[in-house]
Antibody
Framework: EVQVVDSGGGLVQPGGSLRLSCAAS????????MTWVRQAPGKGLEWVAY????????DYVDSVKGRFTISRDNAKNSLYLQMNSLRAEDTAVYYC?????????WGQGTLVTVSS | DIVMTQSPDSLAVSLGERATINCKSS????????????LAWYQQKPGQPPKLLIY???TRESGVPDRFSGSGSGTDFTLTISSLQAEDVAVYYC??????????FGQGTKLEIK
């Protein structure tokens, strides 16, 4: 059974950092692009970043460029999102997801709250 | 960035009736090299992650009931639920994944029972 389990969310002050993790299982992780999508409370979905199979191709939405870094460890079947210089507007549920375009498996999401 | 606009924002339909949600992109999401429309539809129920329903504009994901169908090409797309069931109450999103990121979503359409 395909599973993606995201974790690492929490409360952080503005300007702080947080690292999200995602553990994948049930599929050949190293064969898939992976994506992070976020959803602010009560709002719609926002594509955040993606990474290709071997980690040498990445892209980000403009609002997080220079602050967030997506990475992966294929030996550990894991995906990461390092978030620095966090702002109040980064408050959201962050979903780890399989795929580069249409996304067929999603984690349950991890809540990041940026507040003083 | 490609802007995705859904209509209506909310919709109330009687059980067993047809529900239609529209999605318009600010530029074409049809790839001329492979003639595919890079457009997906998702369903999201409260407290749950989104679920993929349709991709390439009209290909139903495995396990999705056949009452869900997608149509359209270029800039105008439609998600149709042929006979609304109670379990279809949700928010529906379209997403384009054409060319380079960001792969933007529509604002969502909330579907309720009348």
């Amino acid at each position: 059974e395909v599973q993606v389990v995201d974790s690492g969310g929490g409360l952080v002050q503005p300007g702080g950092s947080l690292r999200l993790s995602c553990a994948a299982s049930g599929f050949t992780y190293s064969s898939y692009w992976m994506t992070w999508v976020r959803q602010a409370p009560g709002k719609g979905l926002e594509w955040v970043a993606y990474i290709n199979q071997d980690g040498n191709e990445k892209d980000y939405v403009d609002s997080v460029k220079g602050r967030f870094t997506i990475s992966r460890d294929n030996a550990k079947n894991s995906l990461y999102l390092q978030m620095n210089s966090l702002r109040a507007e980064d408050t959201a549920v962050y979903y780890c997801a399989r795929g580069w375009g249409h996304i067929d498996y999603w984690g349950q999401g991890t809540l990041v709250t940026v507040s003083s | 960035d490609i802007v995705m606009t859904q209509s209506p924002d909310s919709l109330a339909v009687s059980l067993g009736e047809r529900a239609t949600i529209n999605c318009k992109s600010s530029q074409s999401v049809l790839n001329s090299s492979d003639t595919k429309n890079y457009l997906a539809w998702y369903q999201q129920k409260p407290g749950q992650p989104p679920k993929l329903l349709i991709y390439w504009a009209s290909t139903r994901e495995s396990g999705v009931p056949d009452r869900f169908s997608g149509s359209g090409s270029g800039t105008d797309f439609t998600l149709t639920i042929s006979s609304l069931q109670a379990e279809d109450v949700a928010v529906y999103y379209c997403q384009q994944y054409c060319d380079t990121p960001p792969y933007t979503f529509g604002q969502g359409t909330k579907l309720e029972i009348k």
